[in-house]
């Protein structure tokens, strides 16, 4: 981050898929007290079409990397001006867009690498209409790791009563069939070590504790329900048992989110997808934030997608842009 005195965090705010809810949302936050240096990286009439649709007020100025704000009045929003290849309409995905989105994706992502910006919060993308455009996307984690060429990890964060919960995977965007093949010693390590560096660094918990699920129900029950748990988990997890990680596990998953439970742990890694993530989203969604652990910048995002069918009403919304702008702007002060 820069040293500059008294400056704000500069934070870049990638617009998203521009016929989704995304340029609506950056309005909204736009429109807040915020303290921090908000840069949209989009196009700019799209932003000037969103602010009328929530009926917001809203001054774009043009973005000079050299400026550094120490102050931000509401309603005001630098603009790195990314132009879309043919008008949005809010709803209607058009593939003709998607170069336009992968650029803003690009330019933040040159920027956090180079210092320039202090962290990325990134609004929904459509995964669909990037890959119908004739561009492979598997989604902004995948993308942004390619990017800075490192392994990464996501994980997502949802307030609860006594704290923050933290889910990470160990697979994400992968058929669930294909996931038992993908879960390997070395991926697990690998996951294991991102995840606990970056609670340490990022999140500042001295010694992590770490609840690891198993694959199978009941964690394989013996091996009577598979032996992922014996023959992959459970031998990564007693070598770095050795070097002082906290880690627990393999746990049921079934039994692993009750409260009594989470409250022995910093973070829980999931084994995929969708054994994790819903716990988390039916505890905060709306408010979660996802989080890319192992990049050499902070990135965050929100907890939804484009929501097409709210695109253009003003009312979808903020809060999961406003935790994952919070939450980036708390980290990126971390050194």
């Known amino acids: 981050m820069d040293d500059d005195r008294g400056?704000?965090?500069?934070?870049?705010?990638?617009?998203?898929?521009?016929?989704?809810?995304?340029?609506?949302?950056?309005?909204?936050?736009?429109?807040?007290?915020?303290?921090?240096?908000?840069?949209?990286?989009?196009?700019?009439?799209?932003?000037?079409?969103?602010?009328?649709?929530?009926?917001?007020?809203?001054?774009?100025?043009?973005?000079?990397?050299?400026?550094?704000?120490?102050?931000?009045?509401?309603?005001?929003?630098?603009?790195?001006?990314?132009?879309?290849?043919?008008?949005?309409?809010?709803?209607?995905?058009?593939?003709?867009?998607?170069?336009?989105?992968?650029?803003?994706?690009?330019?933040?992502?040159?920027?956090?690498?180079?210092?320039?910006?202090?962290?990325?919060?990134?609004?929904?993308?459509?995964?669909?209409?990037?890959?119908?455009?004739?561009?492979?996307?598997?989604?902004?984690?995948?993308?942004?790791?390619?990017?800075?060429?490192?392994?990464?990890?996501?994980?997502?964060?949802?307030?609860?009563?006594?704290?923050?919960?933290?889910?990470?995977?160990?697979?994400?965007?992968?058929?669930?069939?294909?996931?038992?093949?993908?879960?390997?010693?070395?991926?697990?390590?690998?996951?294991?070590?991102?995840?606990?560096?970056?609670?340490?660094?990022?999140f500042c918990i001295g010694a992590p504790r770490i609840a690891v699920l198993g694959l199978n129900p009941h964690a394989g029950e013996g091996g009577h329900l598979g032996r992922e748990e014996i023959d992959t988990i459970e031998p990564v997890l007693a070598r770095l048992r050795g070097e002082g990680m906290d880690l627990a596990g393999p746990l049921p998953a079934d039994t692993a989110f009750v409260p009594a439970q989470l409250a022995r742990f910093d973070a829980v890694l999931a084994m995929y997808h969708d054994q994790g993530l819903p716990v988390l989203k039916h505890a905060g969604f709306g408010h979660a934030v996802n989080v890319t652990l192992g990049l050499p910048y902070v990135r965050t995002s929100v907890d939804h997608g484009t929501a097409l069918d709210l695109a253009g009403t003003g009312r979808a919304d903020p809060g999961s842009l406003f935790a994952a702008t919070r939450l980036a702007r708390a980290l990126a002060r971390t050194p």
């Open 7 to 202: 400056a704000l965090p500069r934070i870049a705010l990638t617009a998203g898929e521009p016929a989704g809810v995304g340029p609506e949302l950056l309005v909204r936050l736009a429109a807040s007290d915020l303290a921090a240096d908000l840069v949209a990286i989009g196009d700019a009439a799209r932003l000037e079409a969103a602010a009328r649709a929530c009926g917001t007020a809203l001054r774009l100025l043009s973005y000079d990397a050299r400026e550094r704000v120490e102050a931000r009045a509401p309603g005001t929003l630098r603009v790195e001006h990314v132009p879309l290849a043919v008008e949005a309409v809010p709803g209607r995905l058009d593939p003709r867009n998607a170069a336009a989105v992968l650029a803003t994706l690009a330019r933040a992502a040159d920027g956090a690498s180079s210092g320039e910006f202090d962290a990325i919060v990134t609004a929904p993308v459509h995964k669909g209409i990037v890959n119908d455009a004739g561009v492979p996307f598997t989604g902004h984690t995948e993308f942004f790791a390619e990017r800075a060429r490192c392994e990464v990890v996501m994980m997502l964060v949802a307030p609860r009563g006594d704290g923050d919960l933290r889910v990470a995977l160990a697979t994400t965007h992968l058929p669930l069939c294909a996931v038992p093949a993908a879960i390997t010693r070395t991926g697990l390590e690998r996951t294991l070590r991102i995840v606990h560096a970056d609670l340490a660094r990022r």
